[in-house]
């Protein structure tokens, strides 16, 4: 019989393509929803709410494998108090009513929870080489990221295999930040940001959607991952690149970091900070990466 998989967040970004992947690879697929229309193709769909801590019981029914790619978009509004809180508590908050349907429930069949974080979780650390053991930073971003890291680890006490991916940009033209960095280029407005030199982990949403399946399978995966390229770009290399595959000239002198700050305030370490991410630890595991190279990778999207 083949397994189910429970997963949050599947009208996502990840969680759309990653549903597509695992239905045609022979799953079944359960999936969480605020909104009952908007089931994915092939997929069940049950009802949750974690602002209400209500969720749908039967959701875990046949289950072997959660998981958890809910919430809040980083960089959607302004970082007003109550949209950091936001920020946080969408994740903290659906990871919580997990653990408290997992342990209300001891009969259940789940016997992996994969959750994501973002390598956010490192902060602004200029050329520094970060492995999955580098300490975190002391930022919004860092911050967010180990308390969603840290609500996840509960899910240890239920003797659950955990898996943790701390995500870079994901890149598709489906959404989230490539068609947001390829539009101003687009217009003839394109340019590097700051200094150009902060470095971008980025993973193509093909491998980013095969490394959820590679955790799947692989039972000795567990504990964190980056899930990133080995090759991570500097924002200048990355905007070049772009500029190259739609043909269009870079010709404006670079955003000054300045600017950004007044403009976009505390948000604009979403562009500015530099995380230079190694993606050794799940290489070694025997991970292959179908597009390591930024510029196959952009190739594959734009081609």
Not at 69 to 77: K, S, T
Not at 143 to 168: M, P, Q, S, Y
Not at 189 to 199: D, E, V
Not at 205 to 230: C, H, K, Q, R, T
């Amino acid at each position: 019989m083949s397994k189910t998989v429970l997963i949050t967040g599947a009208s996502g970004l990840i969680g759309k393509p990653l549903t597509e992947r695992l239905i045609k690879a022979g799953y079944a697929v359960h999936q969480l929803s605020r909104n009952m229309s908007k089931a994915n193709k092939g997929a069940k769909i049950f009802k949750w709410d974690p602002a209400e801590m209500y969720i749908d019981p039967h959701c875990i029914d046949n289950v072997s494998v959660v998981i958890n790619l809910a919430g809040e978009g980083i960089a959607d509004r302004p970082w007003t108090n109550n949209r950091k809180q936001q920020i946080i508590k969408s994740r903290t908050g659906s990871i919580k009513l997990l653990y408290d349907l997992l342990k209300s429930h001891p009969n259940h069949g789940v016997t992996t929870f994969i959750s994501s974080s973002a390598v956010g979780h490192y902060g602004d650390r200029k050329d520094e080489i970060l492995s999955e053991e580098s300490e975190p930073g002391t930022d919004f971003l860092a911050n967010t990221c180990l308390a969603w890291e840290r609500a996840a680890d509960k899910i240890d006490n239920l003797g659950l295999r955990l898996v943790i991916f701390r995500t870079g940009v994901v890149l598709t033209r489906e959404g989230g930040a490539l068609p947001k960095i390829a539009k101003p280029i687009k217009l003839g407005l394109g340019a590097p940001l700051g200094s150009g030199k902060q470095w971008l982990p980025w993973i193509h949403i093909d491998d980013a959607v095969s490394m959820f399946l590679y955790a799947i399978e692989n039972e000795e995966i567990a504990g964190i991952y980056n899930m990133a390229s080995p090759f991570p770009a500097t924002n200048k290399t990355f905007t070049q690149a772009v500029a190259r595959q739609i043909k269009k000239p870079l010709w404006l002198p670079s955003v000054p970091a300045l600017f950004l700050r007044v403009v976009m305030g505390e948000m604009s370490r979403v562009v500015l900070n530099s995380n230079k991410t190694t993606s050794d630890k799940i290489v070694e595991s025997g991970f292959k990466f179908k597009y390591p190279k930024l510029e196959a990778a952009l190739t594959n999207i734009y081609g």
